[in-house]
């Protein structure tokens, strides 16, 4: 019998993988065990006793855990709706949250909720609703309006508030006997976003809920600790490295998306550019790029020149979840080199130069020119060769003013596969969350 300290599973629409960490002795990483997910079987434990199983059959021992953690991309996902008042303010922010919270924006509206949308809402049927808009004791009606016609819908869905503070009390009132969750503005000023205080509910709200979903009814039946989005554990994950080296970026190219998270004030220089504030914690979601589920969006975007004079359909026959030979790996990694690049490349801002605005330039985005590490995690990045060079290519060694990370920052890669593990063991324990991330990256 072997005891260990925590069992971590991270719960994938196809997968589930769990991880035995031990502390005795360091980060130590007993054993790894993989399963099918069996939330379509209607119950998410079978995945997670054969994957414990796996392990104990490698080891050669029996397995016992003081606590067990995990993270869920399965049932689905944390789908969330983004309501509220102006596009790039209280919208912005909103969205801003939602994402860094781990959540998949199914539908966003600005101003007044129409018949249409609610009708959308309703066939979404979303995780989470969130509503936002007006800054502090401004802009009142709006979020007023639309929390009045989506309590009216009969949803029982959770609500999220993060809009003018003035409105508090009416919106109690309105969503009285509801799921309701209160937060500080995301936008309570003119060119501030607040979105730390929403992430956190988002998450809480996502704890409370993950075990309604089909097929996850049973999972605190195993999981006595933190569950998380694994993409806002992804998150935590980059939050808790900023605070110990710094300015980063972390780049995690998956099968269906590609995600890229940063942590970062930026310039101050580019600051006073910028025409609509960031986040200094940022995350953005590529949909469209993943080098298995979606590699032909990947493809269609490529030039003939970068398909070596191979047809898009050929070239799909080389495509694997898990490449095995070389002419596999090959083509995986030209697909997660271009998924690299397209995806920075949309989470970096541009800065364009301006007329008569009375400065010569405006900045528009995320200012990366002061990270210090730049992060590879997922499979594509750390498993497939090359991982370290294509993250080399998206610095910019110019002199001119940028928004890219600058030459002197370094790559790092995350060797053992771990950010979403540490991210949701950070909620537990963030000393040995830091011990284990030091170790994957080789800090």
């Known amino acids: 019998m072997m005891n260990v300290d925590y069992l971590v599973a ?11 960490l031990d502390f ?15 939330v379509l079987d209607g119950d998410v434990t079978i995945g997670l ?37 102006v596009e790039d303010m209280t919208v912005k922010a909103g969205r801003e949250a939602a994402l860094g919270a781990g959540g998949i924006i199914k539908m966003v509206t600005a101003g007044k909720l129409r018949k249409g949308d609610l009708k959308r809402i309703k066939e979404i049927n979303p995780n989470l609703i969130m509503i936002a808009g007006g800054t502090d004791y401004g802009e009142r009606d709006t979020a007023l309006y639309n929390s009045e016609v989506i309590s009216k819908e009969g949803l029982k869905i959770p609500i999220v508030y993060c809009g003018n503070v003035a409105n508090i009390d009416e919106v109690k009132e309105i969503f009285k006997g509801q799921e309701l969750y209160i937060i500080e503005n995301v936008y309570p000023r003119v060119d501030e976003i607040n979105v730390e205080p929403a992430r956190k509910v988002i998450q809480k709200a996502f704890e409370n809920n993950i075990v309604k979903a089909p097929g996850m009814e049973k999972i ?46 930026g310039s101050s220089e580019i ?30 975007l490529m030039s003939n020149e970068e398909l070596n004079g191979m ?25 997660r080199d271009k998924a690299v690049n397209i995806a920075f ?45 294509i993250l080399e290519k998206i610095k910019y060694i110019g002199s001119d003013l940028t928004m890219y990370p600058k030459d002197d920052a370094k790559v790092l890669l995350d060797n ?28």
């Open 24 to 38: 005795k002795n360091g980060a130590e990483i007993v054993g790894q065990g993989k399963a099918f997910t069996t």
């Open 345 to 389: 490349k949309r989470h970096v801002g541009v800065i364009k130069r301006s007329y008569g605005s009375g400065k010569n330039f405006l900045a528009y985005g995320k200012d990366l020119s002061k990270v210090k590490y730049i992060v590879g995690t997922g499979g594509a990045l750390t498993k497939l060769p090359n991982g370290k060079t």
């Open 10 to 20: 991270e719960i994938g629409s196809t997968t589930t993988l769990v991880t035995a």
């Open 220 to 265: 605190k039946e195993m999981v006595d600790g933190t569950i998380m989005t694994t993409p806002g554990a992804v998150m935590e994950a980059t939050k808790l490295l900023y605070e110990e080296i710094g300015d980063v970026v972390v780049i995690d190219v998956g099968g269906a998306t590609t995600d890229v998270h940063s942590v970062t004030e």
């Open 311 to 335: 047809s898009r359909e050929e070239i799909l026959k080389y495509i694997k979840p898990i490449p095995s030979n070389e002419i596999e790996k090959k083509w995986s990694e030209v697909l």
């Open 416 to 443: 053992l596969y771990i950010m979403a593990l540490a991210g949701v063991l950070s909620k537990e324990d963030k000393t040995l969350a830091i011990k284990l991330l030091n170790r994957s990256l080789e800090i």
């Open 49 to 85: 006793k054969n994957a414990i199983r796996e392990i104990e059959e490698n080891i050669g021992s029996k397995l016992t855990y003081k606590k067990m953690l995990a993270t869920s991309s399965a049932a689905g996902g944390l789908k969330i709706t983004v309501h509220g008042l």
């Open 271 to 300: 600051l006073d550019m910028l025409v609509i504030p960031e986040p200094k914690a940022k995350r953005t979601v590529e949909g469209d790029l993943g080098v298995y589920i979606n590699s032909l969006n990947i493809l269609e």
